[in-house]
């Protein structure tokens, strides 16, 4: 009878669907497509993330098995400046508590419109050392366009394992930044829209960028109207270096806070596989509070 019993549990769904580890032989942190995530949605060693803007939006449906959260829960003031990095062990926290995620696990993302939000926390996952990430490509709207299946009910997990390990080559800061404004093996790349990079619109204290960054808003990358999906990876690589972001210089992002940049920084890093891209994360709220730093206006790097 025990064997029986022991042999059942062996074939039972739940046990096969822990031992099968699901998007096997396939490289991350990468897109994923819909299709690809649709067998996984209540796999164990998944947890997906939404990610949208709206937390009404995720009580009205979202995604089978995810966890909703915000974006701004990933800053901080930090020093009397708004919307900067936490630390290591608060993100931490966050992740392996309140999200449910141990090390082993595979994070899916996904949010609106393909917006920042969702390469927003990829990067957080990155800069610990945690590659099994996932974007959805074409987000939300494309989910609901092929009519996949959505709830209104919240996953249930308990608290995950996770402990990260800081890689700073993923990170600038802003001494960092201003140590290499002249370099010629750099390209510092702005994420926000033109009109914040020449300095006709912004609400910091100083408008403008930081000279010598070059403009490329964040949704460039992008194609589609309600649905929103990465160009094809020829386009892309066209894109950056038409713009003079070629794969030999070392790259830093930045935007308003490092959520827009996030956007570029998954781009080069995982689509196009730039091998030295950093994202300033104080990014403008934390350049432009700084008077003895140099801003330049208009369109011009």
């Known amino acids: 009878m025990g064997f029986l019993i022991c042999l059942c549990l062996f074939f039972s769904p739940a046990f096969l669907s822990a031992q099968t580890l699901p998007f096997k032989n396939v490289s991350f942190p990468r897109p994923i497509e819909t299709g690809e995530l649709l067998p996984h949605l209540h796999h164990p060693s998944v947890r997906i993330i939404d990610m949208r803007s709206s937390l009404l939006d995720y009580l009205k449906s979202h995604l089978p098995n995810s966890v909703y959260l915000h974006f701004e829960t990933l800053m901080v003031p930090r020093g009397g400046i708004p919307a900067q990095g936490p630390d290591r062990i608060y993100l931490e926290k966050l992740i392996r508590e309140h999200l449910g995620v141990s090390n082993p696990m595979w994070v899916i993302l996904y949010s609106e419109k393909s917006n920042p939000n969702a390469t927003f926390l990829a990067w957080v996952l990155d800069y610990l050392g945690h ?8 987000g939300w709207e494309k ?5 996949h299946p959505v709830t209104q009910q919240y996953p249930t997990f308990l608290p995950g394992k996770f402990f990260g390990k800081v890689m700073p080559d993923t990170l600038a800061e802003k001494k960092y930044v201003r140590e ?9 790349v702005d994420a926000r829209p033109p009109k914040q990079y020449s300095g006709e619109e912004g609400e910091e204290i100083r408008k403008g960028h930081i000279p010598g960054a070059r403009s490329l808003a964040w949704e460039t990358t992008l194609e589609g109207d309600e649905v929103r999906v990465w160009k094809k990876r020829e386009d892309l ?9 070629t794969k030999e210089k070392e790259v830093i992002v930045y935007c308003r806070t490092g959520r827009e940049a996030s956007h570029l920084y998954f781009t080069l890093s995982f689509i196009l596989h730039y091998p030295n891209v950093r994202l300033y994360r104080g990014s403008w709220v934390e350049w432009s509070a700084d008077p003895t730093l140099p801003i330049k206006t208009g369109p011009d790097p």
């Open 131 to 138: 590659k099994k990430v996932g974007i959805l490509n074409g």
């Open 143 to 147: 989910w609901v366009m092929e009519r």
């Open 180 to 188: 290499r404004l002249s370099s010629r093996g750099v390209v510092i």
């Open 237 to 245: 690589k066209k894109l950056f270096i038409e713009s003079g972001i």
